[in-house]
Nanobody
Framework: QVQLVESGGGSVQAGGSLRLSCAASGYTDSSNYMAWFRQAPGKEREGVAVIWIRGAWTTYADSVKGRFTISQDNAKNTVYLQMNSLKPEDTAMYYC?????????????????WGQGTQVTVSS
C-alpha cells in the first residue's frame, strides 16, 4: 500500500520561506517521478514542480521558477519543496503526487498516488 504524507505547511508573511516534505512509504519505483501540485480555493489543481527520482532531473512551473526548489532524499524516501520569497498568490493546499502513469508532468490526471495535502498561507 503506497502512502504519501505531506508536512511542513503553515502561515508565513510575504517574502518568507517554508519547506514542505513528502514522505513515501510502500513506493519504491525509482524509475519514476514525484511531483508537487497546489490548489487554491476556486481554482484547478496545478503542477508546481517535478523530480525524476532516478536522475534527479527537475522542472518547475513558470510561476515558481527561481523561488522554489524540489529535491529528494532517497535514503528517507522523501521529496522536499523548498519555497522561498513566498507571495500571497502561493497560498494553496499543496499536494504530493507519485507514479506518473501518462500525460504531461503538470497534468492532474498523470499520477497514480496522492497525499492528503498540507496548507500554505502567505499573508501580505
Amino acid at each position: 500500500q503506497v502512502q504519501l504524507v505531506e508536512s511542513g505547511g503553515g502561515s508565513v508573511q510575504a517574502g518568507g520561506s517554508l519547506r514542505l516534505s513528502c514522505a513515501a512509504s510502500g513506493y519504491t519505483d525509482s524509475s519514476n517521478y514525484m511531483a508537487w501540485f497546489r490548489q487554491a480555493p476556486g481554482k484547478e489543481r496545478e503542477g508546481v514542480a517535478v523530480i525524476w527520482i532516478r536522475g534527479a532531473w527537475t522542472t518547475y512551473a513558470d510561476s515558481v521558477k527561481g523561488r522554489f526548489t524540489i529535491s529528494q532524499d532517497n535514503a528517507k524516501n522523501t521529496v522536499y519543496l523548498q519555497m522561498n520569497s513566498l507571495k500571497p498568490e502561493d497560498t494553496a493546499m499543496y499536494y504530493c503526487a507519485a507514479d506518473k502513469i501518462g500525460g504531461n508532468w503538470y497534468d492532474y490526471g498523470a499520477y497514480k498516488y496522492w497525499g492528503q495535502g498540507t496548507q500554505v498561507t502567505v499573508s501580505s
